[in-house]
């Protein structure tokens, strides 16, 4: 079963534009990742996001965690055709730190 | 330096074949993890190795599915008497440490049980 649902399940934006995609999650939790897959390619990590953080970037990408909404954002600036992939959050569980459970995913189309 | 390595990465199966998919992770990687991926979806866990100690095998979905890592290196999913429903992507990916911090994932076999 998977603990996170993402939102929206695809996104379609022109180069340059934001693309925010949300992730929800069922359970505590001790860190929370975001990954990115390319079509027909393995996962790609992006950013980790430990439970006492609140906020982080890297580059174009900011995350943010509300650990109380048991949420969590990824946002990308100034996107770019080579952005187009699909994200997934993935976390860990306070109870079993063996395994990521990952989200549904959110498919990002960037339009040149 | 050379990334997770996954072989083969297609691999067609008839109904009730046996087959056996192989992840060379990073070396030097102590943690080492299978999920299956299904059209549309995120990857699902399987199991989890800590060097050659299988510590979670969870995931499996049936008693059909077998995983091996006998010297805490390169990792085997067998699965046998294929079924249709076994139809997936297999990803592979090997972590640093023990934690599931920062995964490093191979490109995966993509699985066709016809």
């Known amino acids: 079963s998977q603990q996170g649902e993402e939102d929206p399940q695809a996104l379609s934006i022109q180069e340059g534009e934001n693309a925010t995609m949300n992730c929800s999650y069922k359970t505590s939790i001790n860190n929370l990742q975001w990954y990115r897959q390319n079509s027909g390619r393995g996962l790609v990590h992006l950013i980790l996001i430990r439970s006492n953080e609140r906020e982080k970037h890297s580059g174009r990408l900011r995350v943010t965690l509300d650990t109380s909404k048991k949420s969590s954002s990824l946002l990308i600036t100034a996107s770019r055709a080579a952005d187009t992939a699909s994200y997934f959050c993935a976390t860990d569980t306070s109870y079993n730190t063996d395994k990521l459970i990952f989200g549904t995913g959110t498919r990002l189309q960037v339009f040149p | 330096g050379a990334g997770v390595s996954q072989s083969p990465r297609y691999k067609v199966a008839k109904r009730g074949q046996d087959v056996a998919l192989r992840c060379d992770p990073i070396?030097?990687?102590?943690?080492l993890f299978w999920y299956q991926q299904a059209l549309g979806q995120g990857p699902e866990f399987l199991t989890y190795f800590q060097n050659e100690a299988q510590l979670d095998k969870s995931g499996l979905p049936s008693d059909r599915f077998f995983a091996e890592r006998p010297e805490g290196s390169v990792s085997t999913l067998k699965i046998q008497r294929t079924q249709q429903e076994d139809s997936a992507v297999y990803l592979c990916?090997?972590?640093?440490?023990?934690?599931?911090?920062?995964?490093?994932f191979g490109p995966g076999t993509r699985l066709t049980v016809l």
């Open positions: 070396s030097g990687h102590v943690s």
């Open positions: 990916a090997s972590g640093l440490t023990a934690s599931t911090d920062t995964q490093y």
